[in-house]
């Protein structure tokens, strides 16, 4: 495509040492990273939104990341952007067998996910990794909440894995009961570190067994965190103007009262929107 070919020119340009951006001359890897996975969240954030405007100016944006590594890697001697684009084509084709070959198609989605994990099984296992855990490859670079359903997903495959979710709802009411009992204990002694220690590792305990409900909900964890953050935004904004029409200061205001607030904001929105539940 001619347009590729025009971004791959456009990234030598600001790349070139002596004609090219002070700026992109300047990156490495590690420093374009933290772009590449912000556009993935704008990509996400355009999806979820249904704005079909943004999400190709996005998709270009994410690109333009894909783009730049790559021009980096050539730089570096190590590969070019052609090579990610046969690696990925042929990881493709490799991993679809039931479409480019002769193997038989899974009976669902959820099939055929599991013989795309048994093929990257088998991936690593020929490349000579020695690691032969059913956990391996799931990379640290994913956000914690990602990672823990695909922890939770790959153990799921040798069948360690509740059998739905009512023991998983009942284990998250265990662990928020562990969670005040370390409350409690730093209260009772803010200066101790292993009170904190303990606080912090069930905390964690309860987000990983959360991620494990939204897991078996089917719901993505991350798609569901947005929408909690939308509504507490779109209520929180909605509770500064009910108060700023009435001439009041809600930094000035008691937590009731503000509360008070925060419930005209949510009973007004349950009225637009017929929703009878926060």
């Not at 996975?37 to 998709?59: N, P, Q």
């Not at 103007?241 to 930094?251: K, P």
Request: with cysteine.
């Amino acid at each position: 495509m001619a347009e590729i070919d025009e971004l791959l020119a456009i990234m030598a340009r600001l790349r070139d040492p002596e004609r090219g951006c002070p700026w992109d001359v300047a990156q490495d890897f590690s420093t374009v990273a933290p772009y590449t996975i912000e556009e993935a969240y704008e990509v996400a954030d355009a999806i979820e939104r249904g704005d079909m405007h943004d999400l190709k100016d996005e998709l270009g944006d994410l690109l333009l990341q894909v783009v730049f590594h790559a021009r980096m890697a050539e730089e570096a001697g190590h590969f070019a952007f052609a090579d990610v684009a046969a690696a990925i084509n042929d990881k493709m084709v490799r991993r679809h067998p039931h479409v480019f070959g002769d193997a038989a198609c899974q009976a669902d989605a959820d099939a055929q996910l599991a013989n795309w994990e048994e093929l990257k099984r088998q991936e690593r296992q020929a490349s000579g990794t020695q690691d032969t855990s059913v956990l391996a490859g799931i990379t640290r670079g994913l956000p914690e909440w990602q990672r823990a359903v695909k922890l939770q997903k790959r153990a799921a495959t040798l069948g360690f894995d509740w059998p739905g979710p009512t023991p998983v709802i009942a284990k998250l009411h265990e662990e928020i009961e562990e969670v005040r009992v370390e409350f409690d204990a730093v209260a009772a002694d803010p200066a101790d570190a292993a009170a904190r220690d303990r606080l912090e590792d069930e905390l964690g305990d309860v987000l990983f067994v959360v991620a494990n409900l939204t897991r078996h909900a089917k719901v993505d964890f991350g798609a569901a965190l947005r929408r909690a953050n939308a509504k507490f935004e779109r209520r929180f904004r909605r509770m500064e103007q009910l108060a700023a029409g009435e001439g009041v200061d809600l930094s000035s205001l008691s937590l009731e009262d503000q509360d008070a607030y925060w419930n005209r904001a949510k009973a007004e929105e349950k009225l637009s929107t017929g929703k009878h539940r926060d």
